[in-house]
């Protein structure tokens, strides 16, 4: 099976997808130049909070495994 294929089939999750990002480009282009905006800045704040999250658990674990006793000498 190759990639044609596979894009090929209606219920595959890459035409979900771009299904999907059609619906969405089409109602964006409805909004006004604030509204647009608006989003940008949601979807900005929106990857930062991911990227401070995940450093976060990140340094976390790293503290809790440097906690644990080393499991081979039991």
Do not use: C, K
């Not at 299904?19 to 608006?38: D, N, Q, V």
């Not at 990140?58 to 906690?67: C, F, N, P, T």
């Amino acid at each position: 099976m190759n990639a044609i294929d596979h894009d090929s089939n209606p219920g595959s999750l890459s035409s979900q997808v771009r299904t999907a990002f059609r619906r969405g480009m089409a109602s964006f282009s409805g909004l006004s130049f604030y509204e647009r905006f608006e989003h940008a800045v949601i979807l900005v704040l929106t990857v930062l909070i991911v990227l401070v999250v995940a450093s976060a658990t990140w340094h976390l674990a790293q503290v809790v495994g440097s906690l644990m006793p080393e499991r081979a000498r039991l």
